[in-house]
């Protein structure tokens, strides 16, 4: 029997595991019958955007799938800045669905903000791609036969508990991790070379250059698109936002340990601002420390009311959170005989295997370590943070049951470093449970020029608080190429439960 912390505590687990996989629900893929070609041609989709299907010469059975927000100017227009090709990281995220979610807010950040009549400014196409195996990229990497073994699997993990919470929870998560690395490898054996971040960095290049013999051939003749091209890559500018960044060589080792210190500082300023709004606005306003979700503040309010449900015994508000965490089991019609093929899978799913393909591969070292070896680590994780080791744990358990490809050697910072590129601009919150800010002074120690702009607000990546003041920092730089000063510092607009910062205690406001 749960104490009624108890509950708190495995809710919150619930509720912060998802988390760390970035998982996120998608639209439908871009309609199959759009034929896969080696060149970008982009064919009308969704509203207002356009589609491709870039197919590898290499390996012709992999087709990415690619999606333009055009320009608000044409191509000819001397206004229309190029392309920005975001990528919304994960590992395994799907840049069609961030796009998809995203409509025109990064165009309303970058773009010129005057109005088109008034002629001045840069005006950007948006364009993004689905990684190797995933979403709507073919074939997609799916450890599950179907909808209903992957339903199946999903209700016992969460059935059996967090690593954790027993010596037979540890045992039987140990058994299904090993057992869900050699389904991921057996039924992906021909995608498992192609799961690497390296490989999604050269499609990313790929597609830069793909973007530009695009344009040269929106002219009318070769011989003036060949003159274009030619004078599009002498005058180019390369410009680089990072935001929510890791440690690189820490993350292909697998090293998340530095996660932990934001995570719990990131549960104290939950309760900071739920005692600063007091009752009427926080319903789990209390006297002693709280705990509170990691990632957005911006759902805050929903965590509290969460926990205040089940401080009274009533888990009503949970279920229905947890419901609606769950994608439909039944697949659509059309995909009844054959249960095994992506359209009929839901499409957290082609995310989520995705995820710890990427990762795994990545620190595909893990893979050759021992039970022992991760009895030790999460033994550690867990010593130094109650609250957020064990999720961490849980997180990288499969990666010790991969396949192992013999990869070249886990990089260092040394060899990541380069002074050849362009500045590049790095942005980190103040508390970043996922990629904490002195991820991005490392990154930036490590390339010529670059600057980090800390955002004064708890979440994951600066979009999870909005700010007017980093947005327009960003804009300049698109714009312009300007980067920030040196010790720059933008505050959010907004704190959750209505709270301002005059509010909270001085011995919590700098972490805010």
Request: glycine letters at 6%; charged letters at 20%.
């Amino acid at each position: 029997m749960f104490s009624k912390w108890g509950l708190i505590v495995a809710a919150i687990a619930a509720m912060l595991l998802p988390m760390f996989f970035m998982l996120f629900s998608t639209h439908p893929g871009p309609e199959l019958e759009i034929r896969p070609s080696l060149r970008l041609h982009y064919t009308p989709c969704f509203d207002g955007f356009q589609c491709a299907r870039l197919r590898d010469p290499d390996s012709p059975d992999i087709v990415l799938a690619v999606i333009r927000l055009p320009a608000r100017v044409s191509v000819h227009d001397p206004r229309y800045g190029g392309a920005i090709i975001t990528n919304p990281g994960g590992p395994g995220g799907s840049g069609v669905h961030s796009l998809l979610s995203d409509r025109r807010s990064i165009q309303s950040i970058v773009d010129s903000p005057l109005p088109l009549a008034e002629g001045e400014g840069s005006y950007f196409d948006i364009i993004s791609f689905d990684p190797r195996g995933i979403n709507n990229t073919t074939p997609s990497f799916l450890c599950h036969r179907g909808a209903l073994e992957r339903y199946v699997w999903d209700a016992q993990t969460q059935a059996e508990g967090l690593l954790a919470s027993s010596p037979m929870a540890f045992q039987t998560g140990w058994v299904r991790a090993m057992a869900l690395a050699r389904s991921c490898a057996n039924e992906n054996e021909h995608l498992l070379s192609h799961m690497h971040t390296h490989v999604v960095a050269a499609d990313l290049l790929e597609l830069v250059e793909q973007h530009g013999e695009w344009r040269a051939r929106q002219h009318p003749d070769s011989y003036k698109a060949n003159l274009s091209l030619k004078r599009d890559r002498e005058e180019e500018k390369l410009l680089m936002v990072m935001d929510g960044v890791m440690d690189a060589a820490g993350y292909y080792q697998g090293r998340l340990m530095s996660l932990l210190p934001d995570a719990d500082a990131i549960l104290l300023n939950f309760a900071d601002l739920c005692r600063a709004a007091g009752p009427t606005q926080c319903s789990f306003y209390s006297d002693m420390d709280i705990m509170g979700e990691l990632n957005s503040p911006i759902e805050f309010p929903q965590m509290a009311d969460l926990l205040s449900d089940l401080s009274y015994g009533n888990g009503s508000l949970f279920a229905q959170y947890k419901s609606g965490l769950r994608s439909p089991l039944l697949p659509p019609r059309p995909c009844e005989p054959d249960q095994s093929s992506s359209s009929c899978q839901p499409h957290d799913q082609l995310l989520y295997d995705g995820t710890y393909a990427i990762f795994c591969s990545d620190a595909n070292h893990l893979s050759q370590l021992s039970r022992h070896d991760f009895e030790q680590w999460s033994a550690g994780l867990q010593r130094q943070s109650p609250w957020s080791g064990a999720i961490i744990s849980e997180f990288l358990l499969p990666c010790y049951g991969w396949k192992s490809l013999n990869l070249s050697s886990v990089p260092q910072n040394r060899t990541i470093a380069s002074n050849s590129t362009p500045p590049i601009f790095w942005i980190g919150n103040k508390l970043d449970a996922a990629t904490p800010l002195a991820n991005a002074y490392l990154m930036a120690s490590l390339f010529n020029n670059s600057v980090v702009l800390e955002q004064n607000s708890v979440g994951h990546c600066s979009t999870s608080s909005p700010s007017n003041c980093t947005s327009h920092t960003v804009r300049r730089y698109i714009q312009e190429g300007v980067l920030p000063l040196t010790g720059t510092v933008c505050e959010v607009d907004a704190l959750p439960f209505g709270v301002v910062h005059s509010m909270v205690s001085e011995g919590r406001k700098e972490d805010l």
